[in-house]
């Protein structure tokens, strides 16, 4: 290999989606890339590849159709209300998050269009916060889902970097894993690290980490895009929050293991300020993946309105912790109550109308494009994929009396902490608001609500009725984990997608972008997420690294 070879005009650190963004915006102004990878081609793409490909647009089409209102003005009060930034340090993040919510009102529609994405006509209403006009939550449905779901949103990027490197400015170093930052003049001029051995692992597998040789190359410019701590559960655990309560000592991971979050105490150690590493957000609605492809590999359900939220003793949740509303507040309760995981309690007629799980993989019709297969989704029954689960995986518990439910419960969690009369108490105290047209019930009130928006009502929420009901059985628990997700914090970065050390300066030649930067800024989304805005987040930081070092190279 030729000194040529191991230099360029940009090196890029990581080929996850923000990776891509980043490769191509640089080829694009024709700049020379290395774009490096710890893990081989089967694993282009990162994380997002497992992704429901669900994009924050504010003010779209696809809403108008649904009869929703939206505005930019709207969608910043909840993002701050969401993220209720605190700190100092939350300077840059807070200029993200409005130049976010710019782009997801503006450009980012037409932009990803251009390139070939396209919108399931149904916008979701995720995370809906349960609280006052002011505070957490999304005010009316922003979840587009990309026709195609995570693969969908990769594909364009993928593209792209594949015909720049057709036409010589990309060179994949794929199986190239980073240990160092090179400086000279306290400038970032390089990469030095480890070229690992082959590995025929698939996408997501865990591959080896042998030693094949080492590698240093030079660049104008580094951009780190290498993702977050998600699949290093003593990161994790390493950085969890006081606020929220005890960090569990049993976790499901969301993310392959891959997700280690090296790059950040590499960055770090070459002058690289991180910042928020105790904001994080994990899922408390996971279950163990019955065919798992990563260790430890879980699913979330993303719910209806309608399940009833149970603790390990068989007390009902809290207002406003109720399925899809507050994943933080939610967290922040189960992990002080001294229990780590949680109970949905439901019908037949809920499961078959209300669960959807995350992931590309489990939801072939979306992932395949394949229209006979979605509209099922509208027929009786629940989807293939929540039938297998129901049928095969370990966190489910299926019976058609509320007693033989409990004891299935009971035997699958094995510590004796779940009371038989409190679990009956609630079951019957829930239906009994089913009776008739009024309610206390917040919670019965939320799905009233939610049945008013069009979208929810076709697809989503389930009619009201009792759980008991013998016609809408048979009655099912599910068993809740905790689960690993996303890192909120990261690589402080100005405007310009900059690494900034400790002082304040820009650290000169490094960029960062996605989720090693917060997605922005070193955590653009404060405390908590909107839903939707991660990959639009990789997808914005990605395009404005790349833009900036682009303008920065000569």
């Not at 396209?118 to 809906?128: K, L």
């Given at each position: 290999?030729?000194?040529?070879?191991?230099?360029?005009?940009?090196?890029?650190?990581?080929?996850?989606?923000?990776?891509?963004?980043?490769?191509?915006?640089?080829?694009?102004?024709?700049?020379?890339?290395l774009l490096l990878d710890q893990e081989?081609?089967?694993?282009?793409?990162?994380?997002?590849?497992?992704?429901?490909?669900?994009?924050?647009?504010?003010?779209?089409?696809?809403?108008?159709?649904?009869?929703?209102?939206?505005?930019?003005?709207?969608?910043?009060?909840?993002?701050?209300?969401?993220?209720?930034?605190?700190?100092?340090?939350?300077?840059?993040?807070?200029?993200?998050?409005?130049?976010?919510?710019?782009?997801?009102?503006?450009?980012?529609?037409?932009?990803?269009?251009?390139?070939?994405?396209?919108?399931?006509?149904?916008?979701?209403?995720?995370?809906?916060?349960?609280?006052?006009?002011?505070?957490?939550?999304?005010?009316?449905?922003?979840?587009?889902?990309?026709?195609?779901?995570?693969?969908?949103?990769?594909?364009?990027?993928?593209?792209?970097?594949?015909?720049?490197?057709?036409?010589?400015?990309?060179?994949?170093?794929?199986?190239?894993?980073?240990?160092?930052?090179?400086?000279?003049?306290?400038?970032?001029?390089?990469?030095?690290?480890?070229?690992?051995?082959?590995?025929?692992?698939?996408?997501?597998?865990?591959?080896?980490?042998?030693?094949?040789?080492?590698?240093?190359?030079?660049?104008?410019?580094?951009?780190?895009?290498?993702?977050?701590?998600?699949?290093?559960?003593?990161?994790?655990?390493?950085?969890?929050?006081?606020?929220?309560?005890?960090?569990?000592?049993?976790?499901?991971?969301?993310?392959?293991?891959?997700?280690?979050?090296?790059?950040?105490?590499?960055?770090?150690?070459?002058?690289?300020?991180?910042?928020?590493?105790?904001?994080?957000?994990?899922?408390?609605?996971?279950?163990?993946?019955?065919?798992?492809?990563?260790?430890?590999?879980?699913?979330?359900?993303?719910?209806?309105?309608?399940?009833?939220?149970?603790?390990?003793?068989?007390?009902?949740?809290?207002?406003?912790?109720?399925?899809?509303?507050?994943?933080?507040?939610?967290?922040?309760?189960?992990?002080?109550?001294?229990?780590?995981?949680?109970?949905?309690?439901?019908?037949?007629?809920?499961?078959?109308?209300?669960?959807?799980?995350?992931?590309?993989?489990?939801?072939?019709?979306?992932?395949?494009?394949?229209?006979?297969?979605?509209?099922?989704?509208?027929?009786?029954?629940?989807?293939?994929?929540?039938?297998?689960?129901?049928?095969?995986?370990?966190?489910?518990?299926?019976?058609?009396?509320?007693?033989?439910?409990?004891?299935?419960?009971?035997?699958?969690?094995?510590?004796?902490?779940?009371?038989?009369?409190?679990?009956?108490?609630?079951?019957?105290?829930?239906?009994?608001?089913?009776?008739?047209?009024?309610?206390?019930?917040?919670?019965?009130?939320?799905?009233h609500g939610a049945r008013r928006y069009?979208?929810?009502?076709?697809?989503?929420?389930?009619?009201?009725?009792?759980?008991?009901?013998?016609?809408?059985?048979?009655?099912?628990?599910?068993?809740?984990?905790?689960?690993?997700?996303?890192?909120?914090?990261?690589?402080?970065?100005?405007?310009?997608?900059?690494?900034?050390?400790?002082?304040?300066?820009?650290?000169?030649g490094l960029y960062a972008a996605g989720?090693?930067?917060?997605?922005?800024?070193?955590?653009?989304?404060?405390?908590?997420?909107?839903?939707?805005?991660?990959?639009?987040?990789?997808?914005?930081?990605?395009?404005?690294?790349?833009?900036?070092?682009?303008?920065?190279?000569?």
């Amino acid at each position: 290999m030729s000194k040529a070879d191991d230099e360029a005009d940009v090196i890029v650190v990581g080929a996850g989606l923000a990776g891509l963004a980043a490769t191509a915006e640089l080829a694009d102004a024709g700049k020379r890339v290395l774009l490096l990878d710890q893990e081989s081609e089967a694993s282009l793409g990162g994380q997002a590849f497992w992704s429901f490909g669900g994009l924050f647009l504010v003010g779209s089409p696809e809403q108008r159709r649904m009869g929703v209102r939206d505005s930019a003005e709207l969608a910043l009060q909840d993002w701050m209300g969401t993220a209720g930034f605190d700190r100092p340090e939350d300077a840059w993040p807070r200029r993200w998050a409005e130049a976010y919510v710019d782009f997801a009102a503006g450009e980012k529609r037409s932009w990803l269009r251009a390139q070939g994405l396209r919108f399931f006509p149904i916008v979701g209403w995720a995370e809906r916060g349960g609280h006052l006009a002011g505070g957490h939550g999304n005010s009316v449905p922003r979840f587009h889902i990309t026709w195609g779901t995570g693969p969908g949103v990769l594909a364009p990027f993928e593209r792209r970097v594949r015909e720049a490197a057709e036409r010589g400015l990309v060179s994949l170093r794929l199986r190239h894993r980073v240990d160092e930052l090179v400086l000279l003049g306290g400038a970032a001029t390089g990469v030095r690290g480890t070229v690992l051995a082959p590995d025929g692992a698939l996408r997501g597998q865990a591959s080896n980490r042998d030693s094949a040789g080492e590698f240093e190359l030079s660049a104008q410019a580094v951009i780190v895009t290498s993702g977050g701590i998600g699949g290093n559960h003593d990161l994790v655990r390493e950085n969890w929050p006081r606020r929220l309560g005890t960090a569990p000592k049993r976790m499901l991971s969301g993310v392959p293991e891959h997700v280690d979050g090296r790059m950040l105490g590499i960055t770090e150690k070459a002058g690289g300020h991180v910042i928020n590493p105790d904001r994080m957000w994990h899922y408390t609605e996971g279950i163990e993946n019955w065919n798992p492809l990563w260790a430890r590999h879980g699913i979330r359900i993303l719910p209806g309105p309608s399940s009833l939220w149970l603790d390990a003793t068989g007390r009902r949740m809290p207002a406003p912790c109720f399925p899809g509303f507050d994943t933080m507040g939610t967290l922040e309760h189960i992990m002080c109550s001294g229990h780590e995981y949680t109970w949905f309690v439901l019908s037949q007629k809920i499961i078959e109308k209300e669960f959807t799980l995350s992931g590309s993989e489990q939801n072939p019709d979306l992932t395949g494009k394949d229209l006979k297969l979605l509209l099922k989704r509208v027929l009786p029954g629940a989807t293939g994929p929540v039938e297998a689960f129901k049928d095969k995986g370990v966190d489910f518990v299926v019976a058609d009396k509320l007693p033989d439910l409990i004891a299935g419960m009971r035997e699958l969690a094995g510590d004796g902490v779940l009371d038989a009369d409190t679990v009956t108490g609630e079951v019957v105290a829930r239906d009994r608001e089913m009776d008739h047209p009024f309610t206390k019930d917040l919670q019965v009130t939320a799905v009233h609500g939610a049945r008013r928006y069009r979208g929810d009502k076709l697809i989503r929420v389930a009619s009201p009725h009792r759980i008991l009901d013998p016609k809408a059985g048979p009655l099912i628990a599910v068993r809740l984990n905790i689960l690993t997700r996303k890192t909120l914090g990261g690589l402080h970065t100005d405007l310009d997608a900059r690494v900034l050390r400790e002082d304040g300066s820009p650290l000169p030649g490094l960029y960062a972008a996605g989720e090693v930067a917060g997605f922005g800024g070193g955590g653009m989304h404060g405390y908590r997420a909107l839903e939707g805005t991660f990959l639009g987040g990789c997808l914005f930081s990605g395009r404005t690294a790349g833009r900036a070092a682009a303008a920065a190279v000569l």
